[in-house]
């Protein structure tokens, strides 16, 4: 038996796998594609999602194969307008990648699967799930595979397997709202000449039609989306998709010459009614699909995965099952707000609406919080700055040596963190009992000494002070996730234990199973 099973191998399954496996879990990962994803379709990651990349230790390939966007060219007739769609911010204490980046999605799909077989995992292309059953064990699936079925066992199943997934589908989960089959857009990737490769052109019309052009990075590529007319037929080769163009556009000088790849897109506005039955979960496009306005799509499906893996790894280690059903508490509320988001900005494009191409915080997905869920306690858990619940920001620190480190350094890997700030906080620390299973946890002073924490740092700029809006002694649990799940100014022994509990493994017995957090001052 497995630990888990995940059909699809786009981008939300990918980082899934990823996760788990560098938890150490068994994992399958199974896509009846014959192989990668071979378009551009969903090209801008951001900040949030670059942060999770970070974390997963896909970050470096992905600036590697991307860049920032280009000014947006709007063609009026014979005049080009530069427009920027988004302000570039320089990097801060707090958020160090500020940014939209725009990277293909088949190049973020390599990215992840290259990761994923440098921990030592796989994608089994051509493999597909016909049917599974379940029970309060395992799931059982059947496979077809170009060598035959295959039947497997796993202790839980994960569909990551698109807008039409055959996981939701078979589970009997409704997928609410709507599709307009009579709006499409037409999306090509192809090599093109006569077009400036720093601005995403775009040629607008009334009534919301539309030509534009994205040059894609680390490539000779544009991505060409056309919006069709309700009774147009898309243009079905090479010489009618540049007749089309150029009729759109009249820039005879434009010509497309080897198309890569080629899809009709319809906007979907649906929300899976749970994301949960049983042993079986729905994450990514299987659990939300969007408009492609304001790049959404792709980042809250990374996300979903980001929530889901450490709490099957925690289940798995002995936690309570109620941790698994947190991960639909917190992110069909996330998925539903960023429906309405995108909604809201591909209405725009139909009314030349200027705020249908701006782009701000909104989109970044920085202030995503889980505040008021089922592992964020109300009460008094907060700072000037933050709520449990919220992202745990950046800062730049010292370490014991005076080198320069961050916040997000401490973070990265499966753990938890627990960080101590001030004498205090470290004296409380050590009274604290950690579970012997599950995630380990990474013990952090800050602006105290410690002979056993981890790591001793100090906030010599005040940035974590400023950041975390933090005036006195303090107790913070910070998530896998990197989301806060306590802070304890006050009775912090109890307060970061009662949130340990809905994270953790429970020992069998008081004072068995666990291990004490010893800190000195």
Not at 194 to 202: C, D, E, I, P
Not at 404 to 419: A, Q
Request: net charge neutral; aromatic share 6%.
């Amino acid at each position: 038996m497995i630990d888990v099973l995940i059909a699809g191998a786009g981008p939300s399954g990918s980082a899934l796998a990823i996760d788990l496996v560098r938890r150490g879990l068994d994992v399958r990962v199974v896509d009846k594609a014959p192989h990668s994803f071979e378009g551009s379709r969903a090209k801008g990651l951001q900040p949030r999602t670059l942060e999770v990349l970070d974390d997963l230790g896909v970050l470096s390939r992905v600036l590697d194969d991307g860049s920032l966007y280009p000014k947006l060219g709007i063609h009026l007739g014979r005049a080009v307008i530069p427009w920027r769609m988004m302000k570039n911010r320089a990097a801060t204490a707090d958020v160090p990648y500020p940014n939209t980046w725009l990277i293909p999605q088949f190049a973020t799909d390599a990215a992840l699967h290259a990761r994923l077989v440098e921990l030592g995992g796989k994608v089994e292309y051509g493999t597909e799930i016909t049917e599974f059953t379940q029970d309060d064990r395992a799931v059982t699936a059947k496979l077809a595979t170009a060598g035959g079925v295959e039947h497997v066992t796993a202790r839980y199943l994960v569909g990551t397997d698109g807008g039409a997934s055959t996981t939701r589908t078979a589970l009997g989960i409704d997928f609410v709202g709507s599709t307009d089959e009579q709006d499409r857009i037409l999306i090509v990737d192809a090599t093109t000449t006569g077009l400036s490769r720093n601005r995403w052109h775009m040629w607008p019309r009334l009534r919301g039609g539309f030509v534009a052009a994205c040059p894609l990075p680390a490539s000779d590529l544009f991505q060409w989306m056309i919006r069709l007319s309700p009774d147009e037929n898309p243009p079905a080769d090479l010489d009618e998709i540049n007749t089309r163009i150029r009729a759109h556009t009249h820039a005879s000088g434009v010509e497309l010459q080897d198309v890569r790849w080629r899809s009709v897109f319809r906007p979907n506005i649906r929300l899976a009614s749970t994301y949960r039955q049983g042993r079986a979960f729905i994450a990514g496009d299987a659990a939300h699909v969007h408009t492609p306005a304001g790049a959404q799509g792709l980042n809250t499906g990374i996300q979903d995965a980001y929530n889901l893996g450490w709490k099957l790894g925690q289940v798995l280690a002995g936690a309570h099952d109620a941790l698994l059903d947190s991960y639909e508490a917190e992110r069909q509320p996330i998925a539903a707000g960023v429906l309405g988001l995108s909604t809201k900005k591909y209405e725009a494009i139909g009314k030349l609406d200027p705020t249908s191409i701006r782009r701000g915080k909104d989109e970044q997905q920085l202030g995503i919080t889980y505040r008021g869920g089922p592992l964020a306690a109300a009460g008094e858990q907060t700072t000037s700055q933050l709520n449990v619940g919220d992202r745990a920001p950046d800062a730049v620190m010292v370490d014991a040596d005076g080198k320069p480190t961050r916040m997000f350094d401490t973070y990265r890997g499966p753990h938890l963190t627990v960080i101590a700030y001030g004498d205090g906080a470290v004296r409380a620390l050590s009274q604290i009992q950690w579970p012997a299973a599950g995630a380990a946890l990474r013990t952090v002073a800050v602006e105290a000494q410690s002979s056993t924490a981890d790591l001793v740092l100090t906030d010599r700029n005040g940035s974590f002070r400023d950041s975390y809006g933090v005036g006195e002694d303090t107790l913070f649990l910070v998530r896998p996730d990197g989301h806060l799940a306590s802070i304890a100014s006050g009775d912090m022994v109890s307060k970061t234990e009662a949130a340990i509990s809905l994270l953790t493994p429970r020992p069998r017995d008081k004072g068995s199973g666990a291990r004490p957090l010893r800190g000195s001052v």
